[in-house]
């Protein structure tokens, strides 16, 4: 059995191989089939990127599949940068779009600083007629200035006052309890196995 998560995005792929780990399937992602196309995300939603991720790669490689779209929301600048997230400031650069964030934060008060994360699965499957859809969120504050090492994205900004810490100053499991796509794919494991038709 295999599943493939259509991600290219190796900090989401290390997040997924976390959790999903000692599982009667191999689990791979689009890191394993460097060839694999660039998939044009011109959706208006998460969902729909999710559902045009997972659907493109689910025929092509005839096998179950997760596709996870996600993305941070600033409350101070209207819900921005949203599912534009990857490329906020042009070229997918995690570093250009920190900076960004950053400047376009500069002079906002800490306590307006309030953001969220979200993140949709969507799983899609040759032998199931519909996909099953999951969302998660976390909420925390984008902070002055960048702090940790781990993770990627956003995650040196992105601060959770409860545990005063960043998100890249958590493991990956860590960061898997409480993160966006931690809780999506609680969500998820509750209710695949009962859907899938293998
Ligand atoms: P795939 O489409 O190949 O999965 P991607 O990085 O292009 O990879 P998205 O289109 O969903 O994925 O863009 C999500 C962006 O949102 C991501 O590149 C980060 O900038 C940000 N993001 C999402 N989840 C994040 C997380 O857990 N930590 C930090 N930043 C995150």
Avoid: C
Wanted: aromatic share 10%; charged share 30%.
């Amino acid at each position: 059995k295999e599943i493939i998560i259509a991600t290219k995005n190796p900090g989401k792929a290390r997040e997924f191989k976390s959790v999903f780990n000692d599982q009667d399937f191999v689990l791979k992602t689009l890191l394993d089939f460097p060839d694999f196309p660039e998939i044009r995300e011109t959706g208006k939603t998460f969902q729909e990127n999710a559902t045009l991720k997972a659907h493109a790669v689910m025929e092509r490689f005839n096998l179950p599949t997760i596709a996870d779209d996600s993305g941070l929301q600033v409350d101070a600048l209207y819900g921005r940068p949203g599912v534009y997230s990857a490329r906020y400031a042009g070229d997918h650069n995690d570093a250009a779009n920190n900076a960004k964030l950053l400047m376009e934060l500069g002079g906002v008060p800490k306590e307006k600083r309030t953001a969220r994360f979200v993140s949709t699965l969507v799983f899609a499957n040759p032998n199931n007629d519909e996909d099953l859809v999951v969302e998660g969120e976390v909420k925390g504050l984008i902070g002055a200035f960048p702090e940790g090492d781990d993770g990627f994205g956003y995650d040196p900004l992105f601060y959770i006052p409860e545990l005063d810490k960043t998100m890249a100053q958590m493991t990956v499991e860590e960061k898997n309890q409480i993160s966006h796509r931690g809780n999506a794919i609680k969500k998820l494991e509750k209710q695949w196995q009962s859907w899938i038709n293998w």
